[in-house]
């Protein structure tokens, strides 16, 4: 899985069947390349998420029927050492 | 899903015959390389597109026999901040 | 789908069973770097293929147990603009 | 499978129901980017793991339905050459 | 399917169950990236090999329960131009 950061979203008039009424994000990469995902978690431009790809994105997506490859996971609150899981064996 | 430009039609006289009447388009990514991808939506060169990659493409095509990798999912009309969506919680 | 250069035949006398009696080409991509696809379409060295990867390149085998990730799916005559397919809507 | 490093666990509060009560952690590859992993062995900041990606990440998870594309498949101790193994043939 | 170096073994003592018995090796591509296979074939150090990844990875592990996403596919020997199989059309 990977950490974008949600720029906007995505107008798209024509688009294939199979993408039913999922909304889709514009997300950057790490070196500012854009992907688009469909987004069951309803996260806001500026927000960072994780995606999931491949066809896990499918089950992500809550309806394996839906037509992605990359799906948000989850909004990211923060990242931090799993230093508080107690000491090192 | 990627965003992509159609450059033009690709064409093979010797093919596979999994592509079966699928139309194939040439596709330029954001570095400029050139990819090949179903086209189901009839784009356009010039046209900017989505596209779908993995195992779901086989879907996107609207036949999961269809031998791809990549299919467009859309043409964009454009993409924008979700702003409009209402007040962020 | 990506657009390769077909640079010559591997030879492996050490090989997996799942690859079968399938032929095997080096092709270079556009940045320079080899990759191996299994070839069902008889690519001669200094052709410009288009290859198909994932799931799908065994489906473009012609034989789902081939264990291949990359396969040619077609000899690429040329790419041209579609404006020969009418005015643009 | 990739080698990388984990830099630390991953706080969500919104994340999609698909992936359970499974540990994310933060890790980087060898280039410096951050990449989202499921973790079922407990690696801890600073160890060095391998990962397991595409739809083998689901399995290695310990149950399918767990909707990752990237598994923690082990916490590398060390690598070395094969020579221990006896005279090449 | 890409073309890797072997570099040596793989030594991890906390892994996943379902990688088996199986040998791990570690590879350098073209750009100097390490990654991990499994080796169904044997592979030493210094050998050239090709690998197989996705789904088609687990197969060609000779078993499609081991959770792999990169196997040895076969030890390279040669790579020639295939202008020996006959004149071109």
């Given at each position: 899985m990977d950490i974008l950061r949600v720029e906007g979203s995505l107008i798209c008039t024509s688009r294939v069947d199979g993408?039913?009424?999922m909304a889709l994000r514009v997300l950057r990469?790490?070196?500012g390349?854009?992907?688009v995902a469909v987004d069951p978690v309803g996260a806001r431009a500026g927000n960072w998420v994780f995606t999931v790809s491949g066809s896990a994105?499918?089950?992500?997506?809550g309806d394996f029927e839906v037509l992605t490859d990359l799906t948000?996971?989850?909004i990211?609150?923060?990242w931090e050492p799993p230093a508080d899981e107690g000491p090192q064996a």
């Amino acid at each position: 899985m990977d950490i974008l950061r949600v720029e906007g979203s995505l107008i798209c008039t024509s688009r294939v069947d199979g993408l039913k009424q999922m909304a889709l994000r514009v997300l950057r990469d790490q070196g500012g390349g854009r992907h688009v995902a469909v987004d069951p978690v309803g996260a806001r431009a500026g927000n960072w998420v994780f995606t999931v790809s491949g066809s896990a994105a499918r089950y992500a997506a809550g309806d394996f029927e839906v037509l992605t490859d990359l799906t948000i996971g989850g909004i990211i609150d923060r990242w931090e050492p799993p230093a508080d899981e107690g000491p090192q064996a």
